[in-house]
């Protein structure tokens, strides 16, 4: 009966995570993710002012809103954004997708800001996108209220990574794997 009951609570989870994003035309999209991206970095600069100057000196950086839901020993989590090269202003739309186990149990909402240091990493990035990394933190906020764990991590040579919950409760110790691709609808 617990099997069940955990395989009926990950169903619910892939539901809900699915449920995220913007909707509308294509237009109304695009501006939804422009303005979720400028809040992000506002609420970045605030929290770490020495970034605003790395995204800027950067061969480019992306910007991504997900839901991350975590029951028991399996986690799932997807989101959207957009990559931005800083040599021409172009801008690539991306979805990205999660899967984990581990143990950990929570929803959060979470945005992350990637800083591409050079334009190989940027291109490979948004040609290929994947992402694989072990994750262990604690997080719990609701609106103003409450915390969250996050920082810069350098996670390669060529890129830099803020991560910081919006609004969410999460306790997880995971192993997860994360793909970012380009988004067709909206390209």
């Not at 770490?48 to 399996?74: H, L, M, T, W």
């Amino acid at each position: 009966m617990k099997a069940l009951n955990v395989v009926v609570l990950l169903l619910i989870a892939m539901l809900f995570v699915g449920c995220g994003g913007p909707k509308g035309t294509v237009a109304q999209q695009r501006t939804e993710i422009l303005k979720m991206r400028d809040t992000t970095l506002a609420d970045l600069y605030k929290l770490e002012p020495i970034s605003k100057d790395k995204v800027r000196k950067a061969a480019g950086y992306g910007v991504f809103s997900n839901v991350n839901v975590n029951v028991i020993f399996v986690g799932v989590g997807g989101g959207y954004g957009v990559v931005v090269d800083n040599s021409n202003g172009n801008e690539v739309f991306m979805k990205m997708g999660m899967g984990g186990v581990g143990f950990g149990a929570g929803v959060k909402d979470l945005r992350a800001v990637i800083i591409f240091k050079d334009a190989e990493t940027l291109a490979k990035f948004v040609d290929k996108g994947w992402e694989f990394g072990a994750q262990a933190d604690a997080a719990a906020k609701a609106g103003e209220k409450g915390g969250a764990v996050g920082g810069a991590e350098d996670v390669t040579s060529g890129m830099e990574i803020y991560q910081f919950t919006e609004n969410g409760v999460s306790l997880q110790a995971t192993v997860t794997g994360t793909k970012y691709w380009k988004n067709n609808d909206l390209n």
